[in-house]
């Protein structure tokens, strides 16, 4: 599968220069996270840094932020939206607190499940792996019996999912500012989609485990990337599932075709190139189907729960 093992390379190249890179700015403590291609290993030339500051203390404007981002963007320069959810800083409190109550805006969850699912560290690993074992001990709670899956935990991904999919409509639709819609629509095909199954299939190993085991099984599931995750809970059936994911990613690599998807309006939806992505999207859902059927057989509790 040439492109995931060049994206992979290309990936873990930057990262290692950004991490070389920003080591000297960041105060001891602080946290500097990325989440997107780069964090799944799935990155291109093409490709933006969803970096983010995560602070311990209540200043959200470090002194030491401009020149992380300046070294980010030496390495990567294409950077993440000045409105978005990235290139930012956070408060450490709002990732572990708030879960599921009236402030827990698409702001927050986005970046809570990033996190989770696809969160890679450019600097303090060891605070990555702190905060992403407190949101585990908060979804998975003492109470929780071990035939129970983790449905507060499955919930929220449900939840973060949908979002994502209500969100993308809003984003090419009724925004004044509608951002390209083919290429969003694409990677809500794939990529989101993946990452929504890689949650999906984590917490359905949860089921007949301890709390223990529940936490420690998912921390070391979230540790890997999308890919790896995937391949580790369903083995060689993957496989045809990842091989129509190497094809996204070799389409993706290529710049020009990029730019096509970019220029597309609404009225271009028999556009041969977007046609020829979607259908190929149909069979990724079609083998990701496929691959959760035969991996979680109909008795599995991860069917009734994620039904009703």
Not at 59 to 64: A, F, S
Not at 85 to 100: M, P, W, Y
Not at 150 to 174: I, P, S
Request: proline share 4%; aromatic share 10%; hydrophobic share 40%.
């Amino acid at each position: 599968m040439k492109a995931i093992e060049d994206a992979k390379k290309f990936s873990d190249e930057k990262l290692h220069l950004i991490r070389e890179a920003i080591k000297p700015l960041v105060p001891s403590g602080e946290m500097v996270f990325i989440n997107g291609s780069f964090a799944r290993r799935e990155a291109s030339p093409s490709s933006d840094a969803d970096f983010y500051i995560v602070t311990r203390g209540a200043d959200l404007k470090p002194n030491w932020a401009p020149q992380v981002r300046s070294e980010i963007e030496k390495i990567v320069p294409i950077a993440p939206a000045q409105d978005g959810a990235f290139a930012d800083v956070e408060q450490l409190d709002t990732l572990i607190s708030n879960i599921g109550g009236e402030h827990d805006d698409n702001h927050n969850i986005t970046r809570r499940m990033l996190l989770l699912l696809e969160g890679e560290w450019l600097f303090n690993d060891t605070g990555l792996r702190d905060i992403r074992r407190r949101i585990l001990e908060r979804y998975i709670a003492d109470g929780i019996t071990d035939h129970q899956l983790a449905l507060f935990l499955l919930n929220d991904v449900v939840r973060y999912y949908r979002t994502m999919a209500v969100d993308y409509e809003f984003k090419t639709v009724e925004n004044k500012k509608a951002k390209p819609w083919a290429i969003r629509y694409i990677k809500l095909v794939f990529s989101r989609k993946l990452l929504y199954a890689s949650g999906l299939f984590s917490v359905a190993t949860t089921a007949d485990q301890t709390r223990k085991q529940k936490l420690d099984g998912l921390e070391k599931l979230f540790e890997l990337t999308v890919i790896d995750r995937m391949k580790l809970i369903c083995g060689a059936a993957a496989r045809p599932m990842l091989d129509s994911y190497n094809h996204f990613l070799t389409k993706l690599e290529d710049r020009a075709l990029r730019d096509h998807l970019n220029s597309l309006k609404k009225e271009d939806r028999k556009d041969p190139t977007f046609s020829e992505l979607k259908n190929e999207g149909h069979h990724f859902t079609r083998e990701l189907l496929k691959l959760f059927e035969n991996t979680f057989d109909s008795t599995h509790p991860i069917h009734r729960a994620i039904i009703f």
